[in-house]
């Protein structure tokens, strides 16, 4: 959603001050608690690690860019060590890089506050490495993720539990942190021992409210008396379970009525999103509307007065809304994360007027498990998230050059602006009438339009930065080398294989060439429309496959998607739990556990794998989305005639779009350097901390 409208006038409930307890805040944007992996092994590493100095490089951009407060996510202590080595300020040895991540935030003129949390549902370990840790609960709940059952916590663990926070927080407050919240939601310990479909005990912990709330009064006391009177302490709490036996919004009011009066709390964060099947909830997708935990705060937020009401109501990326929700009265300050990682300027570019420069994130989330492509941090639009300390800062370029960028997918739009930001001449070619690459055949698809906004941005920067586009031109090795270049980045992209080959068989499917077989690409661009009996053979399991069943079957074809998986879209992580029911909704025919064994012009041979059962089925048209295959070929009719050529993005290897414009932005960075590497590829076989090192110096 475009907002176009200028300065701290026009929003005018967003640049109003807040007093949280003691703290005033600047303005009334949060950027929301989140965990980033930005996380530092300390000497003693198999009992504890610490932010970062890039986690304080991080934050300080983001209240650089007009944030008033920021939420550290950090778990309570280093017995809930998870194998990801999340930081914690358990031990008096980790102040002093809290004490940075806070001396950052506050010169930049922000606030800081720490989220404290032990999760059960997180795997915990003995030692780095090591064998499973107990998860704490309590009662002997069983697991969701895991085959293990938790530990129902005696009266000791409580105690120590409660001690826990009192370490936590004497240590957070010599650092410098401005409050404390204690996470009592997304299936943390505290929302398990307030909930009744969680806490099964008999004992003074259990039963009533008062005894649930036991727990979380006991921490908020210790909290209190340790934090002292210079810190503000509030709570997240999930404004409504959404299970069978778990506290609804009326709970929520229950609570939020018992807690406010007790004068342990300053603030209240309500929020969305508990195990076992709230996930998805907490980071809504595209597939999730706008701001859809806006009108649950709204209905509990009353409960929760006189105390301050804050909230993140999801996908939030424009201050007009976030204006308009804090003129509703609902919540005092809105929460953004990812709104925030995508652009850390988004509060200072609206306010200056300059909304429209601001990267809009696509909500496809990469940056929280969104592909199962492995671990790993980081934003799949902005490759700046969570390397500010190197790459914050745009260096010009020594010996200015001249750039040919044939492409104009991610990788190529990233590496033009990058190239053209840093003074080198650029211009960028683009066989397609749009830019925008495979995001825009992705952004074709039902239900995934929210995605062309992508190209949208680009095209606005490289505008500002008199990049020359040219749309429409399919560039050749001669027509690249006739603009006389001294670099060129060869960002072509991919496209999916035509004849069925995958990784599950290397081999063509036989009948590949068949006239009832469609290309992938044609689908979409060629106006072509799917009719008849359509079978989809998906391999790659995210949404290309699913998105043309669905737009084939709502143009009326009679569709079939044979995939050997179970579930499809599982490479897309918890927003598989989309496509299934889409694929339902629009009367697609799912054949699991199979494979396209042969094609003809009329049909087409199913196998199911597990059993050989053969089904010859008539079709009218097929399309193979088992895999996508390089496009690279002027790699190879360049080479040795310009100096620098670039393979970057999918033309090097098909991946995903994060790795798209990290190598755009990386590569970019580099030109006009005078220790230019000669291949991209080189690059690989640096030590990676001798570049880290090389761009700190
Ligand atoms: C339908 C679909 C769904 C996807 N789903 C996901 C997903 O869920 N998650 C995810 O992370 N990624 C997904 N991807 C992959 C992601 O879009 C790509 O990894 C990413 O776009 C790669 O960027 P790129 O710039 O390297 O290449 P591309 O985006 O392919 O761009 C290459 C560009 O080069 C142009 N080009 C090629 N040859 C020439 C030439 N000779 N002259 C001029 N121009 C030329 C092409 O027209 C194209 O615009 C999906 C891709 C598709 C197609
Ligand atoms: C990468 C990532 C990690 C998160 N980790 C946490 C966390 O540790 N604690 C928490 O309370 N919320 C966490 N969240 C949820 C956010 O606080 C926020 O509620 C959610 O992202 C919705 O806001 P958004 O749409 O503006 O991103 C996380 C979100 C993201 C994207
Ligand atoms: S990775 Fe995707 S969802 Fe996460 S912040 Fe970046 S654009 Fe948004």
């Known amino acids: 959603v475009s907002d176009e409208r200028s300065g701290a006038t026009a929003y005018r409930h967003v640049f109003q001050r807040l007093t949280i307890g003691p703290v005033e805040v600047e303005n009334r944007i949060f950027m929301a608690p989140h965990g980033i992996g930005l996380e530092a092994r300390g000497s003693e590493h198999e009992t504890h690690s610490v932010p970062a100095i890039e986690h304080a490089h991080y934050f300080a951009e983001r209240a650089r860019g007009g944030v008033g407060l920021i939420f550290h996510s950090m778990p309570i202590a280093p017995f809930a060590l998870q194998p990801t080595l999340t930081a914690s300020p358990g031990l008096p040895q980790s102040v002093a890089s809290y004490a940075k991540v806070a001396e950052l935030v506050h010169e930049a003129g922000a606030k800081i506050m720490a989220e404290i949390w032990y999760i059960p549902w997180q795997p915990h370990k003995w030692e780095a490495l090591g064998p499973d840790a107990p998860q704490l609960a309590p009662s002997p709940l069983p697991n969701y993720a895991l085959p293990s059952t938790r530990h129902a916590m005696r009266k000791r663990d409580i105690e120590r539990f409660v001690g826990a926070h009192a370490a936590a927080v004497a240590n957070l407050r010599s650092a410098g942190y401005d409050g404390i919240e204690l996470h009592v939601s997304h299936g943390a310990l505290l929302e398990y021992f307030l909930s009744p479909y969680f806490n099964k005990r008999t004992d003074e912990y259990g039963g009533s409210l008062e005894n649930r709330a036991r727990l979380l009064v006991e921490c908020l006391e210790t909290v209190r008396a340790t934090a002292g009177p210079g810190l503000a302490v509030g709570i997240r709490l999930t404004a409504d379970q959404m299970l069978s036996g778990g506290f609804t919004e009326d709970g929520c009011r229950e609570i939020l009525e018992y807690l406010a009066p007790t004068g342990l709390l300053d603030f209240v964060d309500l929020d969305i999103s508990v195990e076992p099947d709230q996930v998805h909830l907490m980071t809504p997708s595209f597939f999730e509307p706008r701001l859809h935990n806006a009108t649950r705060v709204a209905s509990v937020a009353a409960a929760a007065r006189p105390l301050v009401v804050i909230a993140s109501p999801g996908r939030l990326t424009n201050l007009a809304d976030a204006d308009r929700l804090i003129e509703s009265g609902s919540m005092d300050m809105v929460g953004i994360v990812r709104g925030l990682i995508a652009e850390p300027q988004l509060v200072n570019n609206a306010r200056d007027g300059r909304a429209s420069e601001s990267r809009i994130c696509i909500a496809a989330n990469h940056c929280n498990g969104g592909l199962v492509s492995g671990p790993g941090w980081g934003c799949a639009i902005n490759p700046v998230a969570g390397r500010e300390d190197r790459w914050s800062e745009l260096g010009a370029a020594a010996t200015p050059l001249k750039v040919v960028v044939v492409g104009g997918g991610p990788a190529g739009l990233e590496a033009a602006r990058i190239s053209a930001a840093r003074g080198n001449s650029v211009t960028l070619l683009e066989r397609r009438g749009e830019l925008g690459g495979g995001v825009r055949l992705w952004s074709m698809l039902p239900g995934r339009e929210s995605l062309a906004s992508l190209g949208g941005w680009f095209e606005g920067r490289l505008s500002d930065l008199d990049v020359e586009v040219r749309t429409g031109v399919e560039a050749t090795a001669e027509s690249v080398l006739a603009l006389g270049p001294d670099v060129v980045f060869v960002a072509t992209g991919s496209e999916y294989a035509r004849d069925g080959e995958s990784g599950f068989d290397l081999n063509p499917i036989k009948g590949w060439d068949s006239a009832c077989v469609v290309p992938f690409e044609d689908v979409l661009e060629s106006g072509r429309t799917l009719a008849g009996r359509v079978v989809v053979l998906d391999e790659e399991s995210m949404h290309a496959a699913a998105g043309i069943a669905e737009l084939a079957a709502a143009a009326g074809a009679q569709v079939d998607l044979v995939t ?58 097929v399309v193979l989305a088992t895999v996508r295959k390089p496009v690279d070929s002027l790699a190879d009719e360049l080479e040795g005639k310009v100096r620098f050529v670039y393979l970057i993005g999918d033309a090097l290897a098909p991946r995903s779009l994060r790795e798209a414009t990290y190598e755009g932005h990386r590569f970019g960075r580099v030109i006009g350097d005078a220790d230019m590497p000669e291949s991209v590829t080189d690059e690989l076989y640096k030590p990676l901390n001798t570049l880290v090192a090389a761009e700190h110096a």
């Open 564 to 621: 050997r998986k179970m579930v499809v879209g599982d490479a897309l992580a918890r927003q598989a739990r989309y496509i299934e029911p889409r694929l339902h909704a629009a009367g697609v025919t799912v054949r699991r556990g199979s494979w396209i064994r042969e094609i003809s012009d009329s049909d087409v041979t199913i196998v199911e794998l597990l059993t050989g059962r053969k089904e010859t089925v008539p079709v009218d048209a």
